[in-house]
């Protein structure tokens, strides 16, 4: 779960495993799989660290990623 603010500054906690997509109109707009839409004040980049975040604190994603020069390519 990630804590996020609304567009009236009041604090809402998402489920990160639910987000579908987002976009910036602006402010970001999250559409989640279930088709709600909710509009936040933090960017999306800020959105982004904070789900890939909490899905590394549960173990979904590795804590680091190799990058391709390490590999000499």
């Known amino acids: 779960m990630i804590r996020l603010s609304r567009l009236n500054g009041k604090q809402i906690t998402v489920n990160a495993l639910m987000i579908e997509s987002m976009e910036e109109t602006p402010d970001t707009i999250i559409t989640l799989v279930t088709g709600k839409k909710l ?35």
């Open 39 to 73: 509009t936040v004040l933090e960017p999306a980049e800020e959105v982004t660290r904070l789900a890939t975040q909490y899905m590394q604190s549960i173990g979904l994603v590795a804590g680091t990623i190799k990058s391709l020069d390490s590999e000499g390519l």
